[in-house]
């Protein structure tokens, strides 16, 4: 296979070199297009037994050297030649490679991003692209291989939509994510909160570094009142606060539950008959306290036109309980 995968790349380099090309013109549309297509199976080809390592949730090490080493080479033509279907400068960035298969890289995208999907498709019957591959390269940026699912961005149906099909949409939503909260937490980690296994979790509103786990929702809490200490720099601002950390002790106490955290119309597929087909973008996801699907749903699309209404539809409302 090693052999096959050289013999590829001189080919791709053949293709693109000045000489194969003409000295006026452009890789060709054609050629372009083959070469996507044929890196594309032969990385599924090469992640086609994945499912037969069962003693690993992963390949072994050997096989994701292997593999990683394929894209690695090609990286640049994955960028070049692909389509990008998401992300902007820093954040992550999702390309299709082929009809069948996506790539998903940045900094920002995390290891346990796949590793939950996983836990996810195997506990629930939520839509979700399988993991093909992850790795992380030496830079620190990690890269998922996964399924490629068609289906069209709600964020881009949305302006088009009745009433009656959002309401379709929404009971659909409020069935996954019932299914999704129904989880059951280890024992062992009863009342924790972090990702799926207990981990570091990763939340754009917490902070800008994966943080935690946290023991109990009081931990929980006292975190996120630590993450205001800037207000003590003033006597306001410290009578401030110290308003806020009484509210959030009165705060009722919440169950811990799975939370996707980042339920947004750009991260919900669907097809012609607004039937959902992907909840895309799982790397905040985590076990959280029961009101933080509904407070990140609403902080997220507040500003999104029909959002917040269409949220109650779905998700119970807790108001500005932390």
């Known amino acids: 296979m090693l052999v096959v995968m050289l013999v590829f790349r001189e080919r791709l380099y053949k293709m693109s070199s000045p000489l194969s090309r003409g000295a006026a013109s452009s890789f060709s549309f054609v ?12 990385m599924f080809t090469l992640s086609s037994h994945l499912e037969t390592h069962e003693s690993s949730k992963f390949p072994c090490a050997a096989d994701q050297r292997l593999r990683s080493c394929v894209l690695n080479h090609f990286e640049e033509l994955v960028m070049n030649w692909s389509r990008r279907i998401y992300g902007h400068t820093g954040s992550p ?18 290891s346990h991003e796949a590793e939950t999907m996983r836990f996810v498709r195997t506990h629930t019957s939520i839509p979700i692209p399988e993991v093909v591959d992850v790795w992380t390269k030496e830079d620190g940026c990690v890269t998922m291989v996964m399924e490629w699912v068609e289906g069209q961005n709600l964020a881009v149906v949305w ?14 939503l409020k069935r996954y994510l019932n299914e999704l909260r129904s989880l059951c937490q280890p024992t062992d980690f009863a009342g924790w909160i972090g990702t799926h296994d207990i ?52 705060t009722p106490h919440h169950w811990v539950v799975f939370t996707h955290s980042d339920i947004m119309a750009r991260n919900i597929l669907v097809d012609d008959r607004n039937d959902i087909v992907a909840i895309l973008d799982w790397e905040m996801a985590g076990w959280m306290p029961e009101q933080w699907e509904y407070l990140k749903a609403m902080w997220m699309g507040q500003y999104d036109e029909g959002w917040p209404e269409f949220v109650h539809l779905f998700l119970k409302p807790y108001g500005n309980d932390l």
């Open 159 to 172: 302006p088009r939509l009745l009433p009656a099909d959002k309401l379709h949409v929404a009971d659909q």
């Open 93 to 110: 960035r999702v390309y299709r490679l082929t009809k069948t298969i996506a790539i998903k890289f940045c900094s920002k995208t995390r």
């Open 199 to 250: 981990q570091p979790i990763s939340d754009s509103l917490l902070s800008n570094k994966p943080c935690g786990p946290f023991t109990s929702g009081q931990e929980f809490n006292q975190f996120l009142t630590s993450r205001l200490a800037f207000m003590e720099s003033t006597d306001d601002g410290r009578a401030e606060l110290e308003g806020v950390k009484n509210e959030v002790l009165k």
């Open 31 to 42: 050629s372009r297009q083959a070469a996507i297509w044929i890196l594309g199976e032969v």
